[in-house]
């Protein structure tokens, strides 16, 4: 997986939009003004951030050795994959779909019906 595709599949998402976060050097994707995905290096590994429910979080951390807690942003919720990990492309796909979904579902109701118009 690279973080080119990644970028592509997340800005394909309704309402996607992406923003440079200069401070980590990262590629920000938000719905209504909220992150649902970052693309970044740590320590010059390529990495996505995903946001899921704290349980499936650590679930995720348990099961692959590529997904740790995101280092800037709330451990509970947020996960760093590494690109270069074992990881099906397919679960990279999988994670970003929850992640969109999650923090779509916290939007209110006018922002969620402006995506779908």
Same mark, same amino acid.
């Given at each position: 997986?690279?973080?080119?595709?990644?970028?592509?599949?997340?800005?394909?998402?309704?309402?996607?939009?992406?923003?440079?976060?200069?401070?980590?050097?990262?590629?920000?994707?938000?719905? &209504?003004?909220v992150?649902?995905?970052?693309?970044?290096? #740590?320590? /010059?590994?390529?990495? *996505?951030?995903?946001?899921?429910? %704290? =349980?499936?979080?650590?679930?995720?951390?348990?099961?692959?050795?590529?997904?740790?807690?995101?280092?800037?942003?709330?451990?509970?919720?947020?996960?760093?994959?590494?690109?270069?990990? &074992?990881?099906?492309?397919?679960q990279?796909?999988?994670? #970003?779909? /929850?992640?969109?979904? *999650?923090?779509?579902?916290?939007? %209110? =109701?006018?922002?969620?019906?402006?995506?779908?118009?």
């Open positions: 997986m690279n973080s080119s595709a990644l970028l592509q599949y997340c800005m394909a998402k309704p309402g996607a939009q992406q923003s440079d976060q200069n401070q980590w050097q990262a590629s920000q994707v938000k719905v &209504g003004e992150m649902f995905a970052m693309v970044w290096e #740590i320590e /010059g590994r390529p990495a *996505l951030a995903v946001k899921s429910s %704290p =349980e499936q979080a650590e679930n995720l951390r348990e099961l692959h050795p590529e997904i740790v807690p995101c280092e800037h942003l709330n451990k509970a919720h947020w996960n760093a994959v590494y690109l270069d990990g &074992g990881l099906p492309d397919s990279f796909y999988t994670l #970003i779909d /929850g992640s969109y979904q *999650l923090v779509l579902s916290g939007l %209110p =109701e006018q922002v969620r019906q402006g995506l779908q118009a």
